[in-house]
């Protein structure tokens, strides 16, 4: 009939910022290399990637703007979301019209929120969300390394399931990457790790090591444990000393580090506080609870951001 048939594989990626391009470069390992949506137009672009032994390689990513891609992103099966919380929904909406039903999206970024209001703009497409604590920095616009390795939980949350054939590919192609169901206490364990480090790093310009000392110990404790209590009001039960455990492990695992938001806060750029202390601040108001902890750490960074952010 002269029609091209759609290859149910095609996976593209909506975001070309450090995790984006990890995970395009984790997919091209298996052949099909994904399309690149970014801000850019379309374009072959030159990409260059540094991985965790150091060994660089080049390639040629197909890189696609929301504004000129329709014919191709109607092909698309999976889309990646792997843009920050706070520019989901807009970056979201400049292209779900162009996407075929048939397309499933993945969810990948820091913090929570977008879950509650992304279904709302599907038209009839499946919802999967993820979280992953692989690392990766942008040395320049085409140029990512790999800075951390970690692990990937990824898991359906509503819609249409995504097909084996793509989950299979997934999550041989992520290292460390597992399928859970269900996955939103995934979520809510590393918001409990991000929601401890970030802001206090951020606030007190340190690096994550330091949160090990005694005089964070109270304060990273009742944040904890707010965050618990808003989680259980939501339906999900964690463990208090799991939870307290896994902090003080990334703490110990990334002590030189500087955490996202004390790069975010130093780069004088939003920090992603709104979908991180500030998703606590909202389901516990939705709850009638009192957050104080995560309350003032949100105040706080917003404080910062507002001296630099117009
Ligand atoms: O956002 C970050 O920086 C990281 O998720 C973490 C785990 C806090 C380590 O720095």
Redesign the pocket.
């Known amino acids: 009939m002269g029609q091209q048939l759609v290859d149910e594989k095609n996976i593209a990626i909506l975001g070309a910022g450090a995790v984006g391009q990890l995970i395009y470069q984790q997919l091209l390992t298996d052949g099909n290399a994904p399309l690149l949506i970014a801000r850019e137009n379309e374009r072959q672009q030159r990409v260059t990637f540094t991985a965790l032994d150091g060994e660089v390689t080049e390639s040629t990513a197909i890189l696609a703007s929301p504004k000129s891609v329709s014919p191709l992103l109607e092909q698309v099966r999976l889309l990646i979301v792997c843009v920050k919380a706070y520019q989901v929904c807009d970056a979201l909406n400049s292209i779900i019209d162009k996407l075929s039903p048939k397309c499933h999206i993945l969810l990948l970024h ?1 913090g929570m929120g977008p879950h509650l209001e992304v279904p709302a703009l599907l038209h009839g497409q499946g919802l999967s969300l993820g979280t992953t ?1 692989q ?1 990766a920095l942008k040395h320049e616009r085409w140029h990512i390394e790999q800075t951390g390795s970690g692990s990937t939980q990824l898991g359906h949350l509503t819609g249409p399931r995504l097909s084996q054939e793509l989950r299979t590919r997934l999550l041989s192609a992520i290292p460390n990457s597992q399928w859970c169901e269900p996955i939103l206490p995934s979520l809510w364990h ?1 918001l409990a ?2 929601a401890a ?2 802001p206090l790093t951020a606030i007190h310009d340190c690096c ?1 090591g330091k949160l090990a000392e005694e005089q964070y110990r109270q304060q990273i404790s009742v944040v904890v444990s707010e965050l618990i209590e808003v989680a259980s009001a939501d339906g999900i039960e964690l463990d208090k000393s799991a939870l307290i455990n896994r902090v003080y492990e ?1 703490i110990g695992l ?1 002590a030189a ?6 790069q975010d806060v130093l780069n004088k750029r939003k920090t992603e506080i709104e979908s991180i202390n500030g998703f606590v601040v909202q389901r516990a108001q939705h709850h009638n609870l009192t957050v104080n902890e995560n309350l003032s750490l949100l105040e706080q960074v917003k404080n910062m951001e507002s001296d630099y952010l117009k």
Request: hydrophobic share 35%; net charge positive.
């Open positions: 820091n604590s690392a590393k790790i991000n480090i970030n994550n990334v990334t580090n500087f955490s996202s938001m004390h």
